[in-house]
């Protein structure tokens, strides 16, 4: 089972920030959360990472909590390229990554 | 360069076929990753390379054969698949330099497979 619940959909008005909620509330002191994207019918696109501080990108910035159970994903100017199914990850041993069922992030004008 | 190509693109095979799939890299990634996307499901691991060794199983039925004859090429070989296997097959590179650990993988843009 993945180690990660995120909400099952959020809309998010284009030109706007999305910010997407994930809890990890299990992870441990050395476990990274990362962010995958998968647009319809593509494959998973790596987003972003982080382990305790927060990290910004040129595609978007992770929040992460001071005790490290829960993080947000903020895309700052949402395009309706941005809508697409939104995973929040905690690999396992062998660098595993188990997909929950995600964040389906809908952007509309 | 972070990409990841698969061939072919789509693939319409009958229970009796034998087909392969197959992925290339070429950031000199040491480690490589099947997955299947089943149709508004996530992707779930299937295997998982390592120094062209096989790493993980994840029980995968044995009509799903991977090969790994090098380290930027990952086969998917196909025998006396049945149509429930139908789905969308990803395969998945990342540096391979962590060994167990958390490593950022790319992924190909998928094979799509119909079995009738």
């Known amino acids: 089972d993945a180690k990660t619940t995120q909400p099952p959909s959020m809309d998010c008005a284009e030109g706007r920030a999305a910010n997407l909620p994930c809890n990890h509330s299990?992870?441990?002191?050395?476990?990274?959360v990362y962010w995958y994207r998968q647009i319809h019918s593509q494959g998973p696109q790596y987003i972003i990472h982080?382990?305790?501080n927060n990290e910004t990108n040129e595609m978007a910035s992770l929040i992460i909590t001071e005790d490290r159970k829960s993080s947000t994903l903020i895309l700052p100017h949402a395009t309706l390229r941005d809508t697409a199914v939104y995973y929040c990850i905690v690999p396992e041993y062998g660098n595993k990554l188990v997909f929950g069922a995600g964040t389906i992030l809908r952007v509309k004008s | 360069d972070t990409e990841v190509t698969q061939t072919p693109k789509h693939l319409v095979m009958g229970m009796t076929n034998k087909k392969s799939l197959k992925c290339e890299q070429h950031m000199g990634h040491r480690a490589m990753y099947w997955y299947k996307q089943k149709a508004k499901k996530p992707p779930e691991l299937m295997f998982v390379?390592?120094?062209?060794?096989?790493?993980i199983n994840e029980s995968v039925p044995s009509r799903f054969s991977p090969e790994c004859p090098n380290s930027s090429l990952l086969n998917l070989h196909l025998h006396a698949l049945q149509p429930e296997d139908s789905a969308l097959y990803l395969c998945?590179?990342?540096?391979?330099?962590?060994?167990?650990?958390?490593?950022?993988?790319?992924f190909g843009p998928g094979t799509r497979l119909l079995v009738l």
């Open positions: 390379y390592s120094y062209e060794k096989l790493s």
């Open positions: 299990t992870i441990s002191g050395n476990e990274y």
């Open positions: 998945a590179s990342s540096q391979g330099l962590a060994g167990g650990y958390q490593e950022t993988q790319y």
């Open positions: 982080g382990l305790k």
